[in-house]
């Protein structure tokens, strides 16, 4: 006899380990912590199999788990696909896109692809600036929806990447052992700034800025020449340029996420179809990744505790 997964319950298993958080999948689920938590179990009741294991107060993916997760994704994804097709209308106009100028390589072409095949006729228009600016070009309209990187995911956003800044260097160089360091960074709206000053003054260092843009070519260009360090986002470090171990005594940086943001109003049917891909993208990248949640589902037996060491094999990357 044939038996059915229920697809509500696969949803709520790859949105708990694609935002790495039970708490931030049941806002995105539009449901609480405990219901999404219950989810979890019937699902492992079904399967007769724990999905996740329990190590230090953190949840990570058991064996189960993991093979189940890019099957789950894939079924979803038809799922979707499907209902879209038969309830979708033929989309057709513009939509304007905000985008860090970081995060352009790493993330934008694979979601632009994939989005231009299903909607020849939508014209997609870029507007990379830094994030403050493009908060402000959301609230004035002249955005459709956009892309952040932000410290913490506080307003109306929806959190698609945690990710750690670090400091880059060109491979061999000596940058980082000059005194004073010569950092280059981005200009006064750059969320990476403030951390980046912050840190270098904790540490007493002599340190001076050998440019400040909000171009991030220039400032890549200028670390790639070694005549100075930057800060990135690890997932957007572009080939050519390495992160700096702890061995270079840099201070540490903080980690940020990556941040989508809707207008208030909701957004555009066609804003919303692109935010849709846009999250395929990043939960596609995510099920490469070790798949660590950061909160416990009560009610779990633990099991054997075990980390996942598959590497997250994103090309060059994005914030």
């Not at 908060?135 to 990187?149: H, Y």
Request: aromatic fraction near 4%; charge should be positive; charged fraction near 25%.
């Amino acid at each position: 006899m044939p038996r059915d997964l229920d697809l509500s319950l696969l949803r709520a298993f790859a949105t708990v380990v694609e935002t790495g958080s039970v708490t931030m999948a049941a806002k995105l689920l539009n449901r609480t912590q405990a219901a999404v938590s219950l989810q979890i179990r019937r699902l492992e009741d079904s399967l007769s199999q724990p999905l996740f294991e329990r190590q230090h107060k953190k949840l990570i993916l058991a064996p189960a788990g993991e093979l189940l997760l890019g099957q789950a994704q894939r079924l979803l994804a038809l799922n979707d696909e499907i209902f879209d097709r038969m309830t979708t209308p033929a989309f057709d106009g513009e939509v304007r896109l905000g985008i860090p100028v970081d995060v352009i390589t790493t993330y934008v072409p694979p979601i632009l692809r994939r989005f231009n095949t299903a909607w020849p006729h939508v014209r997609v228009s870029l507007i990379a600036k830094n994030s403050f600016d493009l908060l402000e070009d959301l609230a004035a309209g002249a955005v459709d929806l956009t892309i952040t990187t932000d410290l913490d995911s506080a307003g109306r956003c929806e959190v698609l990447r945690t990710d750690k800044l670090v400091w880059v260097g060109v491979p061999g160089g000596a940058a980082h052992r000059r005194t004073p360091l010569p950092i280059a960074i981005g200009g006064k709206t750059c969320r990476f700034r403030p951390v980046t000053i912050e840190a270098m003054r904790r540490t007493g260092r002599d340190w001076r800025v050998v440019l400040q843009v909000a171009n991030q070519d220039a400032v890549n260009a200028t670390v790639a020449a070694g005549l100075a360090v930057g800060a990135l986002l690890r997932c957007t470090v572009p080939s050519g340029l390495e992160v700096l171990s702890a061995e270079a005594g840099l201070p540490e940086l903080p980690a940020f996420m990556i941040n989508l943001h809707m207008p208030k109003t909701g957004g555009s049917d066609i804003a919303k179809e692109l935010a849709r891909h846009i999250r395929a993208e990043f939960a596609a990248r995510a099920a490469l990744g070790e798949g660590v949640l950061t909160d416990e589902i009560s009610g779990r037996t633990s099991g054997r505790a075990r980390r996942a060491s598959r590497s997250n094999a994103t090309h060059a990357r994005a914030r």
